[in-house]
């Protein structure tokens, strides 16, 4: 039972755990380290499950394995091995991977940003405007959908506003706004009657000509 | 609820910060449109490592080749070209003085029964120190204090060691 080095991998010396400052590792390296006495736990045994006799209820996932909770949320029956227990709550595989938008979702090991995917939508063809203005009849609609479907969808569980959701609404209405606008502008533009150039001084008309 | 812990790290995946809540330490990595939570309960952490290295030396010797060269490039340019060497120089300068201003760097080291795990959000000592006073009074809440005695055991195999 040790503390090993996490740079060379081999045991800390002593003195590294010393409250007054530093000591060199084998390799060489500085090292400060504090230990705790989770160090003498180990790692926990998991549960194995118990084989079902003829009369009992099987687990959903291991049908020769006896179910012992039914999951909270979907109410599979589960054994030993498939029950993960959240906050009191029994929970299977499936619902726990699932459960992110729902009340486990301060369990979740991963999130995509609906509001910064948003907001680089709505403003990426602008930042890049040279490259990708064309873009924008395809990205401002579809950002201001997005913004809509995802308003609120989970931030996380660490504090987050909908800041990003706002300003990425925005951006793609002025977009939208502006292409309208241009749109409208070229549409008057083309159906307004072109008026006939007046001659410039000098030149002489067709009647003139033809007298 | 969680609370943010002082410190932001860069790496390849993207941005690294630290909560803490009641019951554990959050890692938080976030890039563009994702981002991805490690949960660390007080009582599986079983210790905290900080290695100060050399990469101070190495940004102010980038830094200050960077302003040597700049003010090389004032002397000998053209008027014109001055104004913008200058502009480059001082946005050098503030990046030497910065660096001096936020101490020796370091890395930091989590490590539980089962891995360890760097914390890139702790990477100036000064920091990390205070960061993790912090996080070992909670990891001690949890589960105690290590006695003399008890550290001992971590090296059996060496006689006369004399525990912290």
Redesign the interface.
């Known amino acids: 039972?040790?503390?090993?080095?996490?740079?060379c991998a081999l045991?800390?010396p002593?003195?590294?755990?010393?409250?007054n400052g530093?000591s060199r590792c084998v390799c060489g390296?500085?090292?400060?380290?504090?230990?705790?006495?989770?160090?003498?736990?180990?790692?926990a045994v998991g549960r194995n499950a118990n084989a079902r006799l003829e009369s009992e209820a099987s687990c959903f996932y291991h049908p020769m394995s006896r179910a012992e909770v039914p999951c909270a949320r979907c109410g599979r029956l589960l054994c030993n091995v498939c029950d993960i227990p959240i906050g009191g709550e029994h929970c299977c595989a499936v619902c726990f991977e699932t459960g992110a938008k729902s009340t486990v979702a301060k369990y979740?090991?991963?999130?995509?940003?609906q509001d910064?995917?948003n907001l680089?939508l709505a403003a990426g063809p602008l930042v890049l405007g040279l490259f990708l203005w064309w873009m924008i009849p395809i990205t401002a609609p579809l950002a201001l959908y997005r913004v809509f479907r995802h308003f609120n969808a989970p931030l996380?569980?660490?504090?987050r506003t909908r800041v990003r959701h706002v300003i990425a609404g925005i951006l793609a209405t002025l977009q939208l706004l502006s292409l309208g606008l241009l749109i409208a502008w070229g549409v008057t533009r083309a159906m307004t009657p072109t008026s006939s150039p007046t001659p410039a001084p000098g030149v002489t008309s067709e009647k003139d000509l033809g007298d | 609820?969680?609370e943010?812990l002082p410190g932001r790290g860069i790496t390849m995946k993207g941005k690294s910060?630290l909560?803490v809540s009641d019951q554990h330490l959050?890692l938080?990595q976030?890039n563009?449109?994702?981002?991805?939570?490690?949960r660390f309960a007080y009582?599986?952490?079983?210790?905290?490592?900080?290695?100060?290295?050399q990469r101070q030396r190495v940004a102010l010797f980038g830094f200050g080749s960077v302003l040597v060269l700049f003010g090389v490039l004032i002397a000998v340019t053209p008027i014109e070209f001055k104004v913008v060497f200058a502009v480059l120089l001082a946005l050098a300068l503030v990046g030497f003085v910065m660096e001096i201003l936020r101490g020796p760097r370091c890395?930091v080291?989590l490590?539980?029964?089962?891995g360890?795990c760097?914390l890139p959000s702790l990477g100036r000592v000064r920091l990390a120190e205070r960061v993790?006073g912090r996080l070992?009074s909670r990891?001690?809440s949890a589960?105690?204090?290590?006695n003399p005695d008890?550290?001992r055991?971590?090296?059996?195999g060496?006689v006369g060691?004399?525990?912290?």
Request: proline share 8%; with cysteine.
């Open positions: 039972m040790s503390i090993y080095c996490a740079r045991p800390l002593p003195k590294a755990f010393q409250d530093f390296d500085l090292v400060h380290a504090w230990a705790f006495p989770a160090v003498f736990r180990g790692v979740a090991t991963e999130l995509v940003l910064s995917l680089l996380g569980p660490v504090p | 609820m969680y943010r910060f909560y959050l938080l976030e563009l449109v994702r981002q991805t939570y490690r009582s599986d952490i079983v210790s905290f490592q900080l290695h100060p290295n890395r080291w490590s539980t029964a089962v360890e760097e993790l070992i990891v001690e589960q105690g204090h290590l008890q550290l055991q971590l090296w059996p060496r060691v004399q525990a912290p």
